[in-house]
């Protein structure tokens, strides 16, 4: 158990519609990063927060969203899904917001859209 | 931005000889090189990493070489076991960059 906890670990939905992946860092860390990983791209970077306030942004498509509530936690919405959206979604965390900072990955959400 | 490669994909090697694999990247600023391994149903996790002012770091049976001025560092892993077959990735950042873009991963499968 790295310490990073994903919620769901699995999904299944259909096209056009809405999801929410849930990460609670783990205890001590204050940054929650976003990761999408497929096939042939490999771990693309999507988004970072810090203390509730966004500090890096990636790849993220518009119809994604993301935030990270006082508590620390953070939630990743998806929506309009595509059958291209389907992936595993990784959060990892760290203490701080370097970039040289060792990141702590869950053990991801398999996001299926049919 | 930065960009991170990593060839070949794919990786077969007999338990017990070594496999080096190799990353370049294409931002002369990045300073960090850390490498993740991923095993199957799990997230990526941190084995070793070298900073720029590092020209080679070693941790048991694994290595990390980095060579500035040809933009690529190198993961050695030394007297390979099963265990050592997963998903490897490197990555690359710059300090005041959030951002750690990673390669697209090698498969690394060891032969008993």
């Known amino acids: 158990d790295s310490g990073v906890t994903q919620t769901p670990k699995h999904l299944i939905t259909a096209t056009g519609q809405r999801v929410t992946l849930r990460c609670s860092p783990r205890s001590g860390d204050l940054s929650v990063y976003w990761y999408q990983q497929s096939l042939d791209q490999g771990l693309q970077f999507l988004i970072q927060y810090y203390n509730g306030e966004e500090r890096a942004k990636g790849n993220i498509l518009e119809r994604f969203s993301a935030q990270q509530f006082p508590d620390l936690h953070s939630e990743l919405n998806l929506s309009s899904l595509e059958l291209g959206d389907s992936a595993l979604y990784f959060c990892a965390s760290s203490v701080g917001t370097a970039g040289a900072n060792v990141l702590t990955f869950g053990a991801g959400s398999r996001l299926t859209v049919l | 931005g930065e960009n991170v490669e990593q060839h070949p994909s794919t990786l077969s090697v007999q338990e017990g000889d070594s496999a080096v694999i190799k990353c370049t990247y294409s931002d002369s600023a990045s300073n960090y090189f850390p490498w993740y391994k991923q095993e199957l149903g799990k997230g990526p996790q941190l084995i070793i990493d070298i900073r720029s002012n590092v020209g080679e770091k070693k941790d048991q049976r694994i290595a990390v070489t980095l060579n500035k001025t040809a933009k690529h560092f190198s993961l050695h892993i030394t007297e390979t076991q099963p265990e050592d077959s997963a998903v490897y990735f490197c990555?690359?950042?710059?300090?005041?960059?959030?951002?750690?873009?990673f390669g697209k991963g090698i498969t690394l499968s060891v032969r008993p």
């Open positions: 990555a690359a950042s710059f300090r005041a960059n959030s951002k750690l873009t």
